[in-house]
Nanobody, 130 residues
């Protein structure tokens, strides 16, 4: 299992940028798919971005495509979410999550669903002022 801790959230003006970090505090991230989700007050937890275990494939929600970039550094046991051109609609608690990279017929788009992930951080708040 993987214990995850998010950081880097804060208050930013619309059009600005933030970089979120996700640190694995116990186990290595090697062999784990990683994702970012977000949840606004009173809303469902929505998919944001995905990166596969080897870091050579990514997948994004349409709402953030072209603005957000997910990366990983397994040597440091960290995953990042670079968020540019932020909009007020991006305001939410952002969660890092880890999913096992088992042999299956799953498409990377399947990892937009929270049920694919076994481990979750406690979240970091991102607030974008209009």
């Amino acid at each position: 299992q993987v214990q995850l801790v998010e950081s880097g959230g804060g208050l930013v003006q619309a059009g600005g940028s933030l970089r979120l970090s996700c640190a694995a505090s116990v186990h290595t991230l090697y062999g784990w798919h990683m994702g970012w989700f977000r949840q606004a007050p009173g809303k469902d937890r929505d998919f944001v971005a995905f990166i596969n275990w080897s870091g050579d494939s990514t997948y994004y929600s349409d709402s953030v495509k072209g603005r957000f970039t997910i990366t990983r550094d397994d040597a440091e046991n960290m995953v990042f979410l670079q968020m540019n051109s932020l909009k007020p609609e991006d305001t939410a608690v952002y969660y890092c999550a880890a999913a096992p990279s088992v042999r299956s017929r799953k498409r990377y788009s399947d990892y937009a669903y929270p049920d694919e992930y076994e481990n979750w951080g406690q979240g970091t708040q991102v607030t974008v002022a209009s």
